[in-house]
């Protein structure tokens, strides 16, 4: 399957779970941006000259949290997919997550086929024909 490039914001505090889903993306043919806070996503994503069609974030980090990177990103305009990935994430976080327009909530560790997956999920339209 071949999934048309798109630019994702890996947002995640953790240099080995980062590399690992950046490298993952990557081989699906997917462009890249790594940013280790939510301050250095946020500066990113109101960066007019970086478009992105995605943000994929950690909700467990130091300083400003998943969560409410997600409402100050939505608040200041993004209107990319927003992905969640979480080693720890309950049913109730997850539904709230989706109320707010959260795309998709990935359980930490996942397998590449999941990743392969999500990208389908996130763009179908894209992945037919």
Avoid: C
């Avoid at 914001?9 to 940013?35: E, F, H, N, P, Y």
């Avoid at 939510?38 to 995605?54: G, N, Q, R």
């Avoid at 969560?67 to 997919?81: D, H, M, N, P, Y």
């Avoid at 309950?90 to 959260?102: A, D, I, K, N, P």
Wanted: proline share 3%; net charge negative.
């Amino acid at each position: 399957m071949t999934t048309p490039a798109h630019r994702i914001l890996l947002v995640d505090d953790d240099d080995m779970v980062a590399s690992t889903i950046s490298a993952m993306l990557r081989r699906l043919g997917q462009t890249v941006v790594w940013v280790q806070s939510s301050e250095d996503a946020i500066t990113s994503l109101l960066d007019k000259s970086s478009v992105f069609d995605a943000m994929l974030t950690d909700l467990n980090m130091p300083g400003l949290g998943g969560e409410a990177l997600i409402a100050r990103v939505q608040g200041a305009g993004f209107s990319g997919k927003i992905v969640v990935l979480s080693g720890n994430i309950s049913t109730e976080t997850t539904q709230r997550l989706r109320t707010v327009g959260v795309a998709a909530v990935l359980q930490k560790p996942f397998v590449y086929a999941r990743i392969q997956n999500l990208l389908t999920e996130l763009w179908p339209a894209q992945n037919s024909g």
